[in-house]
Structures are given as C-alpha cells and as structure tokens.
C-alpha cells in the first residue's frame, strides 16, 4: 500500500511517519512544504511540496500514484485564520481541491486505479450548543477557520473517490523538536515556574492523543473505511478539568490555576463552548481505542524523558 502524506512536519504528520515507516507492505511518502523537520529520515521518501500549488500536487501525484493519501496539513491556528483569511482558504479549502481533482483526474485517466483520500476535520464545524457529538450532528461554523474546514468536507464528499473523513478535538502531543505547546505542556510549564494561570471552565472538549488520532487514521487506511469517523480521546472534560488533572499528575500548586470564562479571553475567532465526540461508530468500525487523558500525560511524559536524555 502506497500512502502519501500531507503536512508530514506537523504534530500528526510526525505520527503517521513514526508508525507507518517501518509497517510491513507500506510504502510511505511523506510531504510537506520546505525541507523534512523530522529527526529520523530513514524508511520513507520525503518530498517538498505546497499543496497550495496546483500544478505541483498534479505532478507529484502522477509521479507516486498513491494508493491513500493522508490529508493532514492545513492553517489551523483559528485566530490567524480570523486575520488572514487569504491563506486560510488556500491552504484549507483550494489545497483540497487540488488534491481530489488531481486524484479524481489519474482515477479517470486508469480505471484500476482507486485512491482512498482521507481528509482532517474538526469539532469546530460545530456551534458548541450540545456535546458530545456523532457523526450526524448539524455543523453550524463560528468562525473563518471553522467555515473553511466545513468548506473542504463538502468538497470531499461531493466527489467521486473512495474517501473519509477523520473529525477530531483539542489534539496534544510532543513534536520532535518541541517546538509546538499543548494543553498539558502549558499547564505543567507555568504551574513548575510558579505563574498564575486563568484557564476557562465553561468550554468542554475530548481531548485527543496525537498518537491516537494517527492510529484512527491509519485504521481508516487499511480498512479502506468510507465516510465520516469521529477519532478523539474518550474522556469528556472542561478545560479548567484538564488542567487540575495535570497538576494532578506532576503533583503541582492548583492554586494556582484561576477559573476563568471564555468572553473574558479577547481573541478575533469564536470558539463553540461545547463539542467532544462520540466514538462508537469508530471503536465498532474501526477497532478504534483510544487512551485515557491521564494515559496520554503519562505518554508524554515518557516522551519528554527520552527527548532529554
């Protein structure tokens, strides 16, 4: 099984990399714009690509034939998609064009050849009035970023591929050079250096491992599962919660964490107050199981022990 991956230098596509790479009877080739951040280079074939540009993803496309392809990359910071609306909807919407025309496109050109595209949603597609969610709530967008990922799911299942959708929430996890923050990291950052930290109790998640999220993916891959799957942690929290429990763990001052509402935080995008999923469809479907947030700390925590060895 070919599988090409898209946005492979971020926190997901490290993930898939790490677990696909050395799977027997997978062949991996892993994209993303500029040079490859991961440490280990060995067992997959990089390519520097700009999904953005059409002409580009034709090419490598033509050239690989992927049997998958993985659609990880995307503008999700929310704010900056509020402010630069732009590039938000290049690099989450026309990308996604681009990437199913081009696949639709070889499909017709040989008719043996049938591509799985599996494209990454979000829990922000929805207005945060009820949680958790299935697969068949209403999505009702809040804010650009959330209208530009609705935008790229409509795209996706118009078309005539083989294809699936992954919606996930609140994803943490270690990249290989720390370079990005997560929920579990701020907390555990701020709590050890004595810093007050105001986080908000009145918006509730299932947050969600990144190596669960890549497992959720890559059984989507090699069941060729078609349609919508939920693929989150289990566990419905707030994110006041969240952080108690991570100070739980690192045995941290909780004092010091102050309860706070989402209209005292100023930022230009709307988050929905409530989502988390439901994961039946996926844990029957799929075989999915997820960790538990406390697992996913522990997990971390091992990851951050081995980084600075």
């Known amino acids: 099984m070919k599988i090409l991956i898209t946005g492979s230098n971020g926190l997901?596509?490290?993930?898939?990399?790490?677990?696909?790479?050395?799977?027997l009877g997978k062949n991996l080739i892993a994209t993303?714009?500029?040079?490859n951040r991961l440490v280990d280079k060995f067992n997959y074939t990089?390519?520097?690509?700009?999904?953005?540009?059409?002409?580009?993803?034709?090419q490598l496309f033509t050239i690989y034939m992927p049997d998958v392809v993985i659609n990880t990359a995307a503008m999700t910071n929310v704010d900056?998609?509020?402010?630069?609306?732009?590039?938000?909807w290049k690099l989450n919407v026309e990308a996604v064009k681009y990437q199913v025309n081009a696949l639709t496109n070889l499909n017709k050109k040989n008719e043996d050849y049938c591509p799985h595209f599996i494209h990454l949603s979000t829990d922000f597609i929805f207005?945060?009035?009820?949680?958790p969610l299935d697969e068949n709530a209403i999505p009702n967008p809040l804010s650009y970023y959330a209208e530009s990922k609705l935008a790229a799911e409509k795209i996706v299942q118009s078309s005539?591929?083989?294809?699936?959708?992954?919606?996930?929430?609140?994803?943490?996890?270690?990249?290989d050079n720390m370079s990005r923050s997560n929920i579990v990291l701020w907390v555990k950052q701020n709590l050890e250096q004595g810093k007050v930290i105001n986080v908000v109790d009145d918006q509730f998640r299932t947050p969600t491992l990144a190596?669960?999220?890549?497992?959720?993916?890559?059984?989507?891959?090699?069941?060729?599962?078609h349609g919508i799957y939920n693929i989150s942690g289990k566990d419905f929290y707030s994110i006041l919660e969240l952080a108690n429990l991570v100070a739980d763990y690192y045995q941290l001052d909780k004092t010091l964490i102050k309860p706070s509402k989402s209209s005292d935080i100023k930022q230009p995008a709307k988050r929905p107050p409530i989502t988390g999923f439901i994961i039946d469809k996926a844990i029957k479907d799929l075989g999915y199981n997820p960790h538990s947030f406390v697992e996913g700390i522990q997990i971390l925590e091992e990851q951050i022990k081995s980084i600075q060895k």
Not at 12 to 23: R, T
Not at 160 to 175: C, F, H, P, Q, S
Not at 211 to 225: F, H, Q, S, T
Request: hydrophobic share 40%; proline share 0%.
């Open 12 to 23: 997901l596509g490290q993930k898939l990399v790490y677990k696909l790479k050395n799977k």
């Open 32 to 35: 993303a714009r500029g040079e």
């Open 46 to 58: 990089y390519e520097s690509l700009d999904i953005t540009d059409e002409a580009a993803v034709n």
């Open 80 to 88: 900056a998609c509020e402010t630069d609306k732009e590039n938000c």
């Open 127 to 131: 207005d945060g009035t009820k949680g």
């Open 160 to 175: 005539e591929l083989n294809w699936a959708i992954a919606r996930t929430v609140l994803v943490y996890g270690i990249v």
């Open 211 to 225: 190596e669960d999220l890549a497992d959720g993916c890559i059984l989507i891959a090699e069941k060729k599962a």
